[in-house]
């Protein structure tokens, strides 16, 4: 039997939702303020995984600019009809969270191919966010959401309600009926999906808050409106595998729970699927925190074999609820090749964007953005500090210990104009190695700039100049730091700018948000928006 490695998808892959349809395995995750929106992951082993698309991409309702952290698109679930051969994918467009208000709206569309075209989003409902879609052995569709509570007085987060999905009139009809409250007391009730097994119908939630209380909890029923019990033994998967009481408490991070003695951290938010083996996982979040606490990769994708009691329940594999950092693999089923790290390679030779690379706030659109016979053309437009039309592009990094390099041209005519590589976390997180304009002496010069809470700091009051305009950039993290280098020639050694940066305030716990660390490139320009920058490659080196 082989072992597969947690974490299955490294990096910012949160809120995972998996699939099986044949011998195919598809996982749908959140992507916040990143576009295209939602990442599918295809694999055969359950081991390794490849990004195949992103079905929002092609859908131009969804607009994520001026979207707060970590506002955007929210847990998506992805689910299939097996009596219409349809897969349908739902999910959340958080647009608002100040006053606890939580402004979202739920959407849901479908597809006969996981690759898309997708239907346009049908609106669901405005009640709260998190919502997925069963599929009835009647052929009926029922929607279960968190319902956000905002009255004084009442137990907070809110209750899961269910409704009937109407696919004919394409809306909820009927009145919502909330089923639970929560199977346990650690609160903050969230992530409902509905599954039918041996006559029961099982409700899987997350409860504890998405950080260290985070827990995997199910409850069951013989009506699919109730009422439901709660497992005896929950939550079934946790890093925190004791009791506490947190009802009506709104923190979602609760570092108080941290357990040095797990494997994995923040483990919830789950998702159930069978095997053509005839077994069980649930695939979940989880993170892997630094000393001090600091997520720097945000929240990733593991997955945990289960096995049904003979009273009806779902257990470990092991026996335990305590989430592991490796799991059995399938029986009978060989990995398609060992688990490796991923690195991105990309000479931007193709006629698209390779499917790796997002873009924050707003889309990526040829007017800013241009493949060419020569690399990938980019036109700066507003700073990073902003949310609306942001020139940045990024990918996920997926270790402790990684390298990304790049090679741009740029030829800026004033201070307001810069170029480069590009760690970044949100609008008010970031660290720029950048190409800009030193007036006194004509030329282009190199530095660093560091937003840090949304103050703005040039970590390098000298300038290093770069007489041909043109420069390899690299940034290499080691955990908590990272030290940028540079060099203007292929044959010259990388020579450091500046020293060693601390980049443990971008994550989930120094920001309070709940999305990861990103590493790409990015120009602005606030002087005429005219300037461009040529990029001619980008790669990241993982060492795991």
Do not use: C
């Not at 903050?188 to 209380?213: F, I, N, R, S, W």
């Not at 939550?235 to 925190?240: G, L, M, R, V």
């Not at 193709?350 to 060419?372: G, I």
């Amino acid at each position: 039997m082989t072992e597969i490695q947690n974490p299955i998808l490294p990096g910012f892959t949160p809120d995972p939702s998996i699939l099986r349809v044949g011998e195919d395995y598809y996982i749908a995750t959140s992507t916040f303020h990143w576009n295209p929106g939602i990442q599918i992951f295809h694999s055969k082993d359950l081991a390794n995984w490849q990004l195949i698309a992103h079905p929002l991409a092609d859908v131009p309702e969804v607009d994520l600019r001026g979207t707060m952290t970590p506002g955007g698109i929210w847990a998506p679930d992805l689910s299939y009809d097996a009596q219409t051969k349809l897969f349908w994918m739902t999910y959340s467009k958080m647009n608002n969270q100040d006053g606890r208000m939580f402004d979202a709206d739920n959407y849901t569309m479908s597809a006969t191919s996981i690759l898309g075209p997708w239907s346009k989003p049908i609106y669901l409902n405005s009640i709260g966010f998190d919502p997925s879609l069963f599929h009835d052995d009647d052929g009926r569709k029922w929607v279960v959401t968190l319902e956000w509570e905002t009255r004084l007085g009442y137990q907070h987060p809110g209750a899961i309600v269910l409704e009937e999905f109407d696919p004919q009139q394409q809306k909820l009809v009927g009145d919502p009926v909330r089923i639970t409250r929560g199977g346990t007391d650690r609160g903050a009730q969230e992530a409902p999906h509905l599954y039918k097994h041996d006559g029961y119908y099982y409700l899987m939630t997350a409860e504890g808050g998405t950080g260290y209380g985070h827990a995997v909890v199910l409850q069951r029923s013989k009506q699919l409106s109730g009422p439901y019990e709660s497992d005896p033994k929950n939550p079934i998967i946790t890093s925190t595998p004791y009791y506490y009481y947190r009802r009506n408490d709104p923190d979602a991070g609760r570092p108080d729970l941290y357990n040095p003695d797990a494997p994995l951290q923040k483990a919830g938010h789950g998702s159930l699927v069978s095997t053509q083996t005839g077994e069980w996982y649930v695939a979940h979040l989880s993170a892997r925190p630094l000393p001090g606490l600091h997520s720097i990769l945000g929240r990733e994708t593991s997955l945990q074999k289960m096995q049904w009691t003979a009273d009806g329940w779902l257990r470990m594999a092991d026996g335990s609820n305590l989430a592991k950092a490796t799991t059995p693999g399938m029986t009978g089923i060989e990995l398609d090749r060992p688990q490796r790290p991923f690195n991105l390679v990309d000479d931007f030779g193709k006629s698209e964007l390779d499917v790796h690379w997002l873009t924050p706030y707003s889309r990526p659109t040829k007017d800013w953005l241009n493949l060419n016979n020569q690399g990938l053309r980019m036109r700066g437009r507003q700073s990073f500090f902003s949310r609306m039309d942001v020139s940045l592009m990024a990918t996920a990094v997926t270790s402790f210990h990684e390298t990304a390099t790049t090679s741009v041209k740029f030829k800026p005519t004033h201070f307001s104009q810069s170029a480069g590589l590009v760690l970044y976390y949100d609008n008010h997180n970031w660290l720029f190695e950048r190409l800009s304009y030193d007036e006194i002496n004509d030329q282009t010069v190199l530095d660093v700039v560091q937003a840090k809470q949304g103050e703005r700091t040039e970590l390098e009051p000298v300038k290093i100049p770069v007489a041909s305009s043109a420069a390899e950039l690299r940034v290499s993290t080691n955990d908590a730091q990272a030290q940028f280098s540079w060099r203007e020639n292929v044959n010259e050694q990388w020579a450091p700018v500046g020293n060693p940066v601390d980049i443990s305030y971008l994550s989930d716990e120094e920001v309070d948000g709940f999305t990861g660390l990103m590493v790409g490139i990015g120009a602005w320009d606030a002087y005429r928006r005219e300037s461009y920058a040529n990029f001619s490659w980008f790669m990241t080196e993982n060492q795991g």
